[in-house]
C-alpha cells in the first residue's frame, strides 16, 4: 500500500469512530501527539501521588488512612498502565521518566500546589478527580486503543475516589466548626486551580483543533470546563460550601452557570515552572529515582546471571 | 481477659507502626511496581492492626485511651491516636526509622516470617476472632515473605553495591532478631536460614542487648517522633469526626 | 494595635521558625566550631522571636490563642504552640526544610541581610519596645550576616564541589527572594552584590512565583511538618508547667 | 639530664600536687593514659549532644527550648576545650576523631541510654550531670595542667546545668499528674545507669590504682558513687520522686546511705557495644562526619588559595 492508502485508511477508521490499535500504521504527528498526552498522563499519576501521599502519614482514622493509601497506590497503578499504554507506540518507560525529569515532558499543573490540611485530601478527590473524570471519560472513546481501554479502567476508579474526597468533605462538615473551616479554606485554595486543569480556553488552545480532528480528544477546553462547573456547583450546595467565585450564577437562558474568568497568567507561570511546588515535586521525584537507581541495577544484574545461569 | 488484650494489642501495634513506616516509602520506591507493592503490604497491616486493635478494645474496654464526653472517634482510632508511644506494645523493630530499599526489605523479612509463623498456629486459637484475623492473615504474610525474600536474594546476588547494602541492613537490624523472636514465641529460623542461603548470607551471631523491650512499652528514641506526626491531625480534634 | 501586632508576628514567626530549622542542625554540624556557632545563631534568632512574640500579645492580646481556663501556660508559648500553621505569619523561606551545609548558608545569607536592614530602620521606631529588640538584634544579625557571608564567600571559591552545592542552594532558594524583600521592605540587594561578587557568583534573575505569601498565612507543605514535632509535648500538656 | 632525673622531677611535681604542663617531660603511660581519659571525655560531651539535642525541636516552651539549646552549645564547647586540652599532648583533633568513629576510643555509657519525654531533660542535668559533676569536680585538682584548668571551667557550666535540670524537674513535679508521671518514669530509667557513670567497683577497676598514683584521678570509683547517692538521695525527697532501690537507706553507722548493686552485667554490654543506643550515636556522629567532609576540604582549599593569593 502506498502511504496515501494507509492514509485513507486511517482516516477512514478515525471517521467512524473506530479504534486504531498499535500496529497499525499511524501518521507521525498523531503518534507523536498520543505520546505526549498518554506520557502527560502518566506523570500526572505518578507526580500526583505526591501531594496526597504528604498527608498519609497524618491520617486522622484508620480507616482514612487506608482509603488513602489504597487511592495513592490506585494511582501508581494508573501510572502503569498508562506507561504500558505509552510503550505501545514505540518508547520506553525509562524514555519517559528521563523526559519527565529532564523537564521535557509535563505533568498536570495542579500538583504543583500543595496540600496544607488534610481537607485537601477530600477536596482533590471531589474537585480535582472531578475535573479529571470529565476530562477523562470522553478519553474513553478516543481513537487509540489501548489508551481508551486504559481510561475506561481507570475512570472506573477515578468515580470511586471522587466519591470517597466528596463522603471526606461531607463528613467533616458534619463535624467540628474547625474542620467545616479547614474545609472552607481547602475549597477556597482548590477551586480555581481546579477549573484550570481544563487547559486554557479554546482561543488559546493550539493543539485541540488537531487533537479533536483525530479522535484523541472529543471535547474542547471550555465545553468540559463548563460541564464541571455545571456538575459541581449543585455538589457544593448539598455540601454546604461556598465557591470563591462572585461571578457564579445561574443562566436561565443558556441552562448553564456563568462563572467568572480563571488567572491564566497564573497557569502560564505553573506551566512554567514558577508554580508553588515545581520544583519540590521534581526533585522528590529525581531523589527517588536516583536512590532506586542501585536497587534497579542489582535487579537487572540478578536477572542477567539467573540467565546465565 | 487482660492478658489476652495485650497480646491483642502487641500485634496490632506491630502492624500499625510498621504499616506507617512502610506507607512513608510511598512515592519513594526504586520503580512503580515497588510502590505499588509496599503500598499493598501497608494496606494489609493496616488491616491486621484495625481487627486487632478492635478485638482488643472489645476484649478489654480499659486499654482505650478516655476521650472527652461525646467525642465519636472510634475504639480503633482512639488507641492508635491518643496513646503516648510509652503505652504503645509493639516490638522496636518495627519502629526503627527507615533506612534504603534493602533496610526495608530485611525489616519485613524478619517481621513476616515471624509473624507468619505465630499466626499459623493462631489459625487454632480459643479466640474466633483472633483465629479469623490469622486466617486473612496468613495469606498476605506468605506473600509479604516472599516478596521481601525474593528482593533478599536479588540484592544479596545482584551487584557488590546491593551485597554491600543488604549485609549492612542484615547487620544494623539484626539485634532485634532476639526481641522479636521473644515476642512471637518463634521457635526457629529455618525459613530465614533458606533465604540467607539462597542469598549467599551468613546468618549474624545472635546479640544479648540492653534496652527493655518493645512489649514492655520501652522503645527506641524513634517512636515518640513517628507519633508526633501520625497523631497529630487526630489529637488536633479530639472531637472531630473523618 | 491590630497592624502593629501582625508586624510583630511576622518577625516572631520568621525567627521562631528559622531558629527551629536551625537547631535541627544541632550535632550534625561539619566540625564543631559550625556547630556552636549554629545554635548561638538559632539562640539568638530564639531570643527575638521571644520578644516580639510577647510584644505582639500585649499590644493585641486578641492574637493569643485561648487555651483552657487555668493553664498556665505564657502568652509567648501560647502563640509558638497552639496556633495550626495557618496562623503562623513567617515567610516562607525560612520554614523550608533543611539541605546540605550550603543550603543554610545560602537562607542564612539571604534572611540576615534582609532582616539586618529592617532593623537598623526599627532603631528608631516609635514603638520603644520594638526599638530595643531592633537595638540587640542589629548586632546578632550583623554576626549571622558575616557568618554567612564568609562561609559563602569560602563555598563559592573552595572546592568544585563546594562550589556547586552553593550554586545549587542559591538557585533553589532564590525563587523565595521576593517573598522575603516584600516582607521586609528591601530596599536594594547592595550586600548581597558584594558577597555575590566576592564569591565570584553572579545573581540570580527574579522570579515571580505563584503560591501566596507567608505574611498571609500561606505556606509550603513543610511547615505543618515542622509544627507537628514542635508542638507536640506542649500540646499535650495545655495545663503543663515548664 | 638523664631519664632517671627526668622521672624523679616528674614524680615529684606529682607529689607535691602540682601540675604537669605540656612541655614538661612525662612518662609515656601517664601520656597516653590522659590521652585516652581526655579524649573519652571529649567524646562523651560529642556524643552526649544527641540524647538532649532529640529533644530540643520538641521543648514544651521557648524559655526551655532556649535553655536547652545552650546546654547542648555547651556540650560542643566542652569538646573543644577538651579536644584542644588533649591536642597539647600531641595527637590532633582529626586523629581523635577517627579514633572515635573507628571505635577505638570509648565515650560514657550513659549516652547509651534513649532520650525517650521531656522529663529525661530534667533528669540528665539532675542525675547525669549530678554525676559527672562528682566524678569531674576532683579533676580540677588532677595534675595534668591543661585538662585541669579545663575542667574549672566545665564544672562551673555543668554546676549550672545541674541546677537547671533539678529546677526542670521541680517545676514538672508542681504541674499535672501526668507530669509528674514523667519524671518518675524517667528517673526510674536513669537512676541506675547514673550509679555506673562511676565506672566497675573498685576491685575491677585495674586503671584506677595507677591514675590514682599520677594525680589524674583523686578518688575511686566507690568512693564518688558514694557520695553521689549520698548527695542525691535529699535531692529526690525534696522532688517528691521514688529511687527504684529497695535497698536504699540510711545507714546511721556509716553516716552513708546503704544501696543496691548495680547490673554490672548490664554496664559490660553496653561498654561492649550492646547497649540500647551505641549503633545509633555512632552512626548519627559518623554521618555528620561524612556529610561535613566537603565543608571541610573546601575550608582547607579556600584557605590554601587565600595563603598562595
Not at chain 1, 11 to 36: C, G, H, N, Q
Not at chain 1, 47 to 54: A, S, W
Not at chain 2, 171 to 184: D, N, T
Request: glycine content about 8%.
Amino acid at each position: 500500500m502506498t502511504t496515501a492508502d494507509l492514509e485513507a485508511h486511517f482516516d477512514a477508521v478515525i471517521a467512524r469512530r473506530d479504534r486504531i490499535e498499535p500496529r497499525d500504521w499511524m501518521p507521525e504527528a498523531y503518534r507523536r501527539t498520543l505520546i505526549r498526552q498518554i506520557a502527560q498522563h502518566a506523570h500526572s499519576e505518578i507526580i500526583g501521588m505526591q501531594p496526597e501521599g504528604n498527608w498519609i502519614g497524618r491520617a486522622p482514622s484508620l480507616r482514612r488512612k487506608a482509603i488513602l493509601l489504597a487511592k495513592v497506590q490506585d494511582e501508581a497503578g494508573h501510572g502503569l498502565y498508562l506507561y504500558s499504554a505509552c510503550e505501545t507506540l514505540g518508547i520506553s518507560r525509562g524514555e519517559l521518566v528521563e523526559l519527565l525529569l529532564g523537564g521535557k515532558q509535563k505533568y498536570s499543573s495542579i500538583f504543583n500546589y500543595p496540600t496544607l490540611s488534610y481537607a485537601d485530601v477530600g477536596t482533590i478527590g471531589w474537585l480535582v478527580d472531578g475535573a479529571a473524570i470529565c476530562n477523562q471519560v470522553p478519553l474513553c472513546r478516543t481513537s487509540y486503543g489501548p489508551y481508551g481501554r486504559a481510561m475506561i479502567r481507570i475512570c472506573k476508579e477515578e468515580s470511586f475516589h471522587q466519591r470517597q474526597g466528596y463522603e471526606l468533605l461531607m463528613t467533616m462538615m458534619r463535624g467540628t466548626e474547625e474542620q467545616r473551616a479547614l474545609v472552607q479554606e481547602s475549597v477556597d485554595r482548590f477551586w480555581w486551580p481546579s477549573l484550570m486543569m481544563f487547559g486554557p480556553p479554546d482561543e488559546h488552545s493550539p493543539n485541540s483543533e488537531r487533537s479533536m480532528a483525530w479522535g484523541i480528544k472529543r471535547h474542547s477546553n471550555d465545553e468540559l470546563r463548563q460541564k464541571f462547573v455545571d456538575l459541581t456547583v449543585p455538589q457544593a450546595e448539598v455540601l454546604g460550601v461556598r465557591l470563591p467565585d462572585p461571578e457564579l450564577s445561574w443562566n436561565a437562558e443558556r441552562e448553564h452557570y456563568d462563572f467568572g474568568r480563571p488567572d491564566w497568567d497564573e497557569l502560564s507561570a505553573v506551566i512554567r515552572g514558577d508554580g508553588p511546588c515545581n520544583a519540590q515535586r521534581l526533585a522528590h521525584r529525581r531523589k527517588a529515582h536516583d536512590d532506586g537507581a542501585w536497587v534497579r541495577e542489582a535487579a537487572t544484574a540478578f536477572a542477567e546471571r539467573g540467565r546465565d545461569d | 481477659p487482660l492478658e489476652h488484650a495485650r497480646f491483642c494489642l502487641g500485634l496490632a501495634d506491630d502492624a500499625l507502626i510498621l504499616s506507617q513506616r512502610l506507607a512513608e516509602w510511598c512515592s519513594r520506591a526504586p520503580d512503580l511496581e515497588d510502590d505499588v507493592a509496599l503500598a499493598n503490604l501497608a494496606l494489609d497491616l493496616l488491616g491486621q492492626a484495625r481487627l486487632l486493635l478492635g478485638r482488643a478494645a472489645l476484649v478489654d474496654p480499659a486499654v482505650v485511651p478516655v476521650l472527652p464526653a461525646g467525642s465519636p472517634v472510634p475504639a480503633e482510632d482512639a488507641l492508635a491516636f491518643f496513646r503516648d508511644a510509652a503505652a504503645f506494645r509493639n516490638v522496636q523493630l518495627v519502629e526503627l526509622p527507615n533506612g534504603d530499599f534493602a533496610h526495608v526489605i530485611v525489616r519485613l523479612l524478619m517481621f513476616s516470617v515471624a509473624r507468619l509463623e505465630l499466626f499459623q498456629q493462631l489459625l487454632s486459637s480459643a479466640d474466633p476472632v483472633l483465629a479469623a484475623v490469622a486466617a486473612r492473615g496468613v495469606k498476605e504474610l506468605a506473600y509479604q515473605r516472599d516478596w521481601a525474600g525474593r528482593w533478599f536474594v536479588t540484592l544479596a546476588r545482584g551487584t557488590s553495591e546491593s551485597r554491600r547494602r543488604v549485609l549492612a541492613a542484615l547487620a544494623g537490624l539484626w539485634v532485634h532478631q532476639a526481641e522479636l523472636a521473644e515476642a512471637y514465641g518463634l521457635s526457629g529460623g529455618a525459613v530465614l536460614e533458606r533465604v540467607f542461603l539462597a542469598g549467599g548470607v551468613a546468618q549474624p551471631d545472635s546479640v544479648v542487648r540492653v534496652g527493655g523491650r518493645g512489649r514492655d512499652g520501652m522503645h527506641t528514641e524513634a517512636l515518640s517522633l513517628l507519633l508526633a506526626e501520625m497523631q497529630v491531625v487526630a489529637r488536633a480534634h479530639p472531637m472531630g469526626r473523618w
